[in-house]
């Protein structure tokens, strides 16, 4: 039997060969008739570390060339592609029950990234990230993390190249999510609460509010100081770059073939939105075939009330990091000291959109929705009933926005085709969905003055 023959009578599972994994990641860049703007350079962006010396160069000229590059396709290395067929292709779903739970005529798919070793689609970009970092000589790779996603796949990544780990976990996360930092340390990575009393940037975080509950840009801002003070270290980013997204096409790549034997093309794609690594890996791809074939398809970001940088941020230019050492870049931000509610969500609090994805929402290629988090873990508890997959709260943000399709599609008697990604697994997040049974969540949004504080030294 073939393999697309087993797939049509499993009824609602698409799977592919391991030798059907992409030999190439997409880039975006060449099919996009707008500007993306390039980063700033200049005195007035030239970072220094918190003794005063340049920060060094922190990508390997590999991936540096990547993120610059004009070419449509990019070969992915061999050693990668090998590391990808220990679990890729993903299963593309059908969520029949889920549609049956819901009365709508609407098909709804959904690209199932919580088969990797680390659970998330991280693991994407963290294995060529460690395969180029190790081919130019580094020894140790410094990161920051959100909910963890990013700090347990670039750990595990780093093991099979002899690679040390050091990751920068937010604090909010760290105390929610205790069992992500062990997985990093199982996997050899050293692991520090952020912000910490090991940087400069973290003591002076503390020092202005010593309950601080963290964010990604002070873990970032912490990382690349520590990795300029130790020889033979390098930071490294687990989204919003454009090197980052390039690698997570590998998702998109394979749910076009997927959804082609289902026969079905998407009207509706969804993805939540933290820095955008997630939802450009899913949606890039069908943007390129939806422009081939004029399908008219919607790309819908979803990120929190609680960090909204697209519908309720400005298009600026501004760092990646709370301390403003990175190059600044034109994104849609809150501003980088911006510090978010200390949601579940930890992986959708930064508090800017990537470059990419930002020009396009700007030119209304690309659209954007805010959920609160009672009905984030109402979407995710509904489909775990239903498909038997516990959504993690990143990922139940796309899972609340796809019901909502399916529901307006109910209103209106369409047969709308949705497709949704679910990066992760939420089974290290069951201390989160205990507190939502228990009527333990709240809802949180900045004020507009919150906002306007934020981003007033930017204007």
Not at 65 to 87: D, G, K, M, N, T
Not at 173 to 202: H, I
Not at 396 to 403: G, K, L, P, T
Request: contains cysteine; charged residues 20%.
């Amino acid at each position: 039997m073939t393999v697309e023959q087993s797939v049509n009578a499993a009824g609602d599972v698409f799977t592919m060969d391991p030798g059907q994994v992409p030999r190439h990641w997409y880039n975006i860049l060449p099919d996009l008739d707008i500007e993306v703007p390039e980063p700033a350079r200049g005195p007035s962006s030239a970072p220094l570390s918190g003794e005063g010396h340049p920060i060094q160069p922190q990508l390997p000229l590999s991936m540096f060339r990547q993120a610059r590059s004009r070419s449509r396709f990019v070969e992915i290395p061999e050693p990668v592609r090998a590391q990808y067929q220990r679990w890729r292709p993903t299963p593309l779903y059908r969520a029949t029950r889920l549609e049956r739970e819901l009365g709508t005529p609407a098909h709804i798919y959904f690209k199932y990234e919580g088969t990797s070793p680390s659970g998330s689609h991280k693991l994407n970009t963290a294995l060529p990230q460690a395969y180029y970092y190790q081919r130019s000589g580094i020894r140790e790779i410094v990161t920051g993390t959100g909910a963890g996603q990013w700090g347990s796949a670039l750990a595990m990544a780093c093991r099979p190249y002899g690679i040390g780990c050091t990751v920068f976990m937010v604090r909010c996360s760290y105390e929610q999510k205790p069992y992500r930092g062990v997985l990093m340390r199982l996997n050899g990575a050293r692991v520090l609460l952020s912000p910490s009393e090991e940087t400069e940037v973290g003591r002076a975080a503390l020092r202005a509010d010593p309950d601080t509950p963290g964010s990604l840009g002070i873990a970032n801002a912490e990382a690349i100081e520590y990795a300029n003070s130790r020889p033979g270290a390098r930071f490294s980013i687990g989204s919003g770059e454009n090197h980052v997204l390039l690698h997570q096409t590998v998702i998109g790549e394979e749910a076009l073939t997927q959804m082609a034997m289902a026969g079905e093309f998407p009207d509706v794609v969804i993805g939540a939105m933290g820095a955008g690594s997630n939802f450009a890996g899913l949606t890039f791809p069908f943007y390129r075939a939806a422009k081939a074939e004029n399908a008219g398809t919607r790309f819908v970001a979803v990120e929190p009330e609680a960090c909204p940088k697209m519908t309720r941020g400005r298009y600026l230019m501004d760092h990646t990091d709370y301390s403003g050492v990175t190059p600044m870049v034109k994104m849609y931000t809150l501003g980088h000291k911006f510090t978010a509610y200390h949601i579940h969500a930890g992986g959708l609090r930064y508090h800017g959109a990537a470059p990419i994805v930002s020009a396009m929402y700007d030119k209304g290629l690309v659209e954007a929705v805010s959920y609160g988090q009672t009905r984030v873990f109402e979407a995710g508890v509904a489909f775990a009933k239903a498909e038997g997959i516990v959504p993690a709260p990143e990922s139940a943000h796309a899972v609340a926005c796809a019901i909502d399709e399916a529901l307006e599609a109910r209103r209106r008697q369409s047969r709308r085709v949705i497709l949704f990604g679910l990066s992760g697994h939420g089974l290290l997040d069951l201390g989160a969905y205990e507190k939502y049974l228990s009527g333990e969540i709240v809802d949180s949004a900045p004020s507009d003055a919150d906002i306007q504080a934020s981003l007033r030294s930017l204007e």
